[in-house]
């Protein structure tokens, strides 16, 4: 009876163990600071990484995250290669018809970057020059609309650091980027003498937490989370680590 109760206890403390120890894997590009770069020990680091990881704290599992190019973040995501991808995606229409999304986590807006000096006042002065842009990113949508799909004068670089890289050497007029991205690299880089421009016509983004298409049960993990970490003032704390008191 003792043998039988005790290989009961240990069946049931493994088991749950196994649960405890689960791990999702999340793919980010780490390209992307203050939500995701790489510190001097090649670790992932930044507002997302310690977002995933309070919620994964909360809900008792583990969480591994991978540095995987924006370009390869959503197919990563599909062919089941990650469970996760957090890395400042903006929730669209579009995007929602391949995955889903967790509930908004991050509000953002689109910014106009120019050296100063520069005449240009809204993104409509910048017909005819040529437009920096991340690749596959909604300042890559916005910049569509204005001038058109195929424009020629539309230049698209694998990363934002590269698409400011080629304004501070004049091979674009401008780049369009997310808010904080941009502010962010403006405070680290203050000798590039760069002009942010907040056009009208941009809208407030919201950036979720991206499964595969149906993964309700993950989903759910994750907004249990997102909202716990809220409710007892995590979120706040480590959106204040990275942004202030804003």
């Not at 579009?94 to 999304?101: A, G, W, Y």
């Not at 005819?128 to 890559?140: E, L, R, S």
């Not at 979120?235 to 008191?245: E, L, R, S, V």
Request: glycine fraction near 8%.
């Amino acid at each position: 009876m003792f043998k039988k109760l005790a290989l009961s206890l240990a069946i049931g403390f493994i088991s749950c163990s196994a649960m405890a120890e689960k791990t999702y894997t999340a793919a980010t590009d780490a390209t992307f600071a203050p939500f995701e770069s790489l510190n001097k020990n090649r670790e992932i680091v930044g507002f997302d990484a310690d977002i995933i990881n309070a919620i994964a704290k909360k809900q008792g599992f583990k969480v591994k995250l991978n540095n995987t190019p924006w370009e390869g973040l959503f197919a990563s995501l599909n062919n089941g290669e990650r469970d996760i991808v957090i890395a400042a995606v903006t929730i669209t229409p579009e995007r929602q018809k391949s995955m889903d999304f967790s509930a908004p986590y991050f509000d953002a807006k689109q910014l106009i970057v120019v050296k100063e000096g520069s005449p240009i006042k809204q993104l409509s002065d910048l017909k005819g020059k040529k437009v920096g842009v991340q690749n596959g990113t909604t300042g890559d949508t916005v910049v569509q609309k204005q001038f058109g799909k195929t424009s020629p004068d539309i230049r698209r670089y694998e990363n934002i650091t590269l698409a400011l890289a080629e304004l501070s050497n004049s091979g674009v007029s401008a780049v369009v980027a997310d808010n904080a991205v941009v502010k962010n690299y403006l405070i680290n880089n203050p000798g590039q003498k760069f002009r942010l421009i907040d056009d009208s016509s941009f809208a407030v983004e919201q950036y979720g937490i991206a499964v595969r298409k149906g993964n309700k049960k993950l989903l759910d993990e994750i907004n249990t989370g997102l909202a716990g970490i809220k409710a007892d003032g995590t979120y706040q704390k480590i959106h204040t680590k990275y942004f202030g008191n804003k």
